[in-house]
């Protein structure tokens, strides 16, 4: 029987630093890039013909990004007093995030329409992903790091290559310096947001399907943490299609969880706003915690809060202690190393003021 009391006593216990298991290891011990063989020769050789390196991309693609595991957390379940628990594993991809899965769908569009470099802002995971993406490509990557914020893989972003400009300010005035210099130098706009929403709510929309597979059909609820809300969005966007093709019962309700009054989508959801409006910047305090989902405006923001509303989902938002302590209690429960910003999600869905029926839910 599900007890909110004791999910909130759980998830508030005093939690241990947590730190990130990609940090501090080489790239080469995060991922192997020798395994991709000639593939990964022929995608980075200029001389080639366009079609057999996108060929080789895309073979680099298919075979290491996504594919994730799905698998049912028992122990958290006694825990929380859930059923059927599921936890979709991100950190198998190649730099340990889902953010590999747009970085790499970008970078092959990039070498499609024969751009040379591509160009991005971030505040760290996703830097990471597209400097690997766009050295598999044969292409430059420049990123901008706002110099408001903490950049623990900073390291790996400049192993692969990538060039890092530092901009004054924070994630957005970065975004804005990011797109100047891609309308000013015709470079690849791989921000978030624009042209690339479709692109990236594709790229995500995979987790449905991968999800689909493994169950046979749509879970009741799908949770996951929201900074800028594509990957929810995109989720969402996959079990529509799923749905409306006659592959599912149903699409699961929708639930982003974030950092407590410091992201847009879910402040709105709260508080039962019409539109996904812009918090102010002046109230952001970023953390080494919380660093991965704030944000004062959220660029596919819009269609995230539709998908939570048209799903008849809800949103939720934590403390930095509940999210270190929620990394915790994966870490012992279940054995699985996670950020605490990767847990937000799992916070929102336990604490449903509503008792959860017996079903299947995907975290």
């Known amino acids: ?24 290891r080489p790239p080469e011990a995060v991922w192997p890039l020798e395994e991709t063989g000639e593939d990964r020769q022929i995608a980075a050789d200029p001389a080639m013909p366009l079609e057999s390196r996108l060929q080789a991309y895309e073979n680099i693609f298919e075979s290491e990004v996504g594919d994730t595991s799905l698998s049912r957390a028992r122990n958290l379940e006694r825990e929380l007093g859930l059923r059927q628990l599921y936890l979709k594993f991100e950190g198998g991809n190649p730099t340990g995030t889902q953010k590999d899965r747009i970085a790499f769908v970008q970078a092959m569009d990039a070498l499609r329409r024969r751009y040379e ?15 690997l993406a766009a050295s598999l490509a044969g292409l430059r990557c420049r990123i901008y790091l706002p110099d408001a914020y903490h950049a623990p893989r900073r390291d790996e972003i400049l192993a692969r290559g990538a060039e890092l400009v530092r901009v004054a300010g924070d994630y957005e005035q970065a975004v804005l310096a990011s797109r100047r210099a891609a309308e000013l130098e015709e470079l690849y706009d791989a921000n978030p947001g624009g042209a690339n929403t479709v692109i990236q709510l594709r790229a995500y929309g995979q987790i449905a399907y991968e999800i689909y597979d493994e169950l046979r059909d749509a879970p009741a609820v799908v949770a996951a943490p929201v900074s800028n809300g594509t990957t929810l969005a995109g989720i969402h966007w996959g079990f529509a299609s799923l749905y409306r093709r006659g592959k599912t019962s149903r699409i699961p309700r929708m639930v982003a969880g974030s950092s407590y009054s410091k992201n847009p989508i879910v402040q709105a959801a709260l508080k039962g706003l019409a539109n996904c409006r812009n918090l102010r910047p002046e109230a952001i305090h970023e953390s080494p915690v919380n660093e991965p989902l704030i944000n004062w405006h959220s660029s596919d923001g819009e269609q995230a809060l539709r998908c939570i509303r048209a799903s008849r989902g809800w949103a939720g938002d934590a403390s930095d202690r509940r999210l270190s ?39």
């Open 117 to 131: 470099v591509i160009t991005l802002a971030t505040c760290g995971n996703y830097g990471v992903a597209m400097a």
């Open 1 to 24: 029987m599900y007890d909110a009391s004791r999910t909130l006593a759980v998830l508030s216990e005093p939690a241990e630093a947590i730190e990130d298991p990609y940090i501090g």
């Open 325 to 363: 302590a929620c990394s915790r209690l994966l870490r012992d429960r279940e054995g699985l190393h996670v950020l605490p910003a990767s847990t937000a999600g799992l916070i929102a869905l336990a604490d449903h003021a509503e008792p959860l029926p017996p079903d299947r839910y995907v975290v």
